[in-house]
């Protein structure tokens, strides 16, 4: 059976070049990037050279960037430390954060006593600009806000230029969560005065266990895994060379083609849009993910006029690898924290979100399949609310 892979928001298939380039670092620069001698040093500039390019991709200073195991470990190193080293007593962030966030800023809460103000998104998703321009006037507190780029589950844009000045008006910290749009946009640091962000590699088809934090000069920022002078003594240990060269190889290959890419991505999440609309009676979209000047065009939330928990299961076993959330709450028993912000209580009995990501990889004819799988699903139940209405 050939798979169909439409689970990119969750990680994405290793390029070719990525491997290529990540198996002759391994066979050939095998040094510790601390040692002095020349197999030390080449690992060294391989990675620092990888550092100027993240650095000219966000037009920051490479000192500015700290490589990591992943996105998780970026927000977990930047807020707990903003609350450890920078002074921060309150963080104001929402429901609909990846729990990377949500549970730091939760154990936070609990074991050192931060407030935490939520700022609930509307039926949409989306987060109010006036409200919490109103919540940073209302405390003197030190404060961190944490709202990430683009949801991972709904795709909708936060206005991140907008919410960073807003921040920086108040004297506020700004960390917005990144991991689903880095790559795929243009992101601008010397334009959006954002403190700190966070990336995955594998969101664009680089390796798993390789990132970064972006964590911007003098905000005081200080590393909670000590042992060494590793990454500015952000973070101590032996750097992933290998992995941080596949970043770099993966950041390069999708900034050269980030325009096509995007234009092919766009109009695949088009024809799944128009093709779910034409063959699923009383289907709908969450969010803001079918309007694309308001989404990540690598996301579409989708919303079954069903209830079928297996639903996930029954298009594995089609062949068909797609999720009904965020990968961190797959197999969960219980709805995601962003369907129950934005369903009410008869959508969330009646219906069944399922989340469809795409990559410069997806073609028109896996979309064919997985619509075609889903109508044979929904043909089921309308044979079964027939049965059941006639006895």
Same mark, same amino acid.
């Given at each position: 059976m050939n798979k169909i892979y439409l689970d990119n928001a969750a990680t994405t298939p290793l390029s070719?070049? #990525? +491997?290529?380039?990540?198996? =002759?670092?391994?066979?050939?620069?095998?040094? =510790?990037?601390?040692?002095?001698?020349?197999?030390?040093?080449?690992?060294?500039?391989?990675? $620092? =050279?990888?550092?100027?390019?993240?650095?000219?991709y966000l037009k920051v200073t490479p000192a500015e960037i700290i490589f990591t195991s992943c996105g998780t470990e970026s927000n977990n190193m930047i807020i707990k430390s903003c609350v450890d080293h920078c002074g921060v007593e309150r963080i104001i962030t929402s429901p609909m954060e990846h729990k990377?966030?949500?549970?730091?800023?939760?154990? &936070?809460?609990?074991?050192?006593?931060? $407030?935490v103000v939520y700022l609930r998104p509307d039926s949409r998703g989306d987060i109010s600009i006036e409200e919490l321009a109103e919540v940073l006037k209302n405390s003197e507190k030190k404060t961190l806000v944490t709202l990430m780029h683009a949801n991972n589950e709904?795709? =909708?844009?936060?206005?991140?230029?907008? #919410?960073?000045?807003?921040c920086k008006e108040n004297n506020a910290l700004f960390h917005s969560d990144t991991v689903q749009s880095m790559a795929h946009m243009d992101l601008d640091f010397s334009d959006i005065p954002v403190d700190f962000a966070s990336c995955s590699a594998h969101k664009f088809h680089g390796p798993k266990g390789s990132g970064f934090a972006f964590i911007r000069k003098a905000t005081g920022l200080k590393g909670i895994i000590t042992g060494g002078p590793q990454e500015r003594s952000l973070r101590a240990g032996t750097e992933n060379v290998c992995g941080i060269v596949g970043l770099g190889k993966a950041l390069e290959l999708y900034l050269n083609n980030m325009d096509s890419y995007a234009n092919y991505i766009k109009e695949i999440k088009q024809y799944a849009i128009t093709q779910l609309s034409e063959k699923i009676k009383g289907v709908k979209f969450n969010g803001r993910s079918s309007e694309?000047?308001?989404? /990540?065009?690598?996301?579409?939330? #989708? /919303? &079954?006029?069903?209830?079928?928990?297996? +639903?996930?299961l029954k298009l594995d076993m089609q062949g068909i690898a797609i999720s009904q959330g965020s990968a961190?709450?797959?197999?969960?028993?219980?709805?995601?924290?962003?369907m129950m912000m934005i369903l009410d209580e008869e959508e969330m009995m009646e219906t069944t979100p399922l989340r469809v990501s795409f990559s410069h990889l997806t073609t028109k004819a896996e979309i064919d399949a997985l #619509?075609?799988?889903?109508?044979? +699903?929904?043909?089921?139940? $309308?044979? $079964?609310?027939?049965?059941?209405?006639?006895?």
């Open positions: 070719e070049e #990525v +491997i290529d380039a990540m198996v =002759n670092v391994l066979k050939n620069n095998y040094g =510790n990037p601390s040692s002095t001698h020349s197999l030390g040093q080449e690992a060294k500039i391989l990675i $620092e =050279n990888v550092r100027r390019q993240v650095a000219e990377c966030v949500s549970e730091t800023v939760m154990d &936070l809460k609990k074991r050192k006593g931060i $407030e709904i795709g =909708n844009l936060l206005d991140i230029k907008k #919410v960073a000045e807003l694309m000047d308001k989404s /990540l065009y690598t996301v579409l939330s #989708v /919303l &079954l006029p069903f209830k079928d928990p297996m +639903i996930g961190c709450s797959s197999g969960a028993s219980k709805p995601s924290m962003v #619509v075609s799988g889903v109508a044979e +699903i929904a043909h089921g139940f $309308e044979i $079964e609310k027939t049965n059941v209405e006639h006895r």
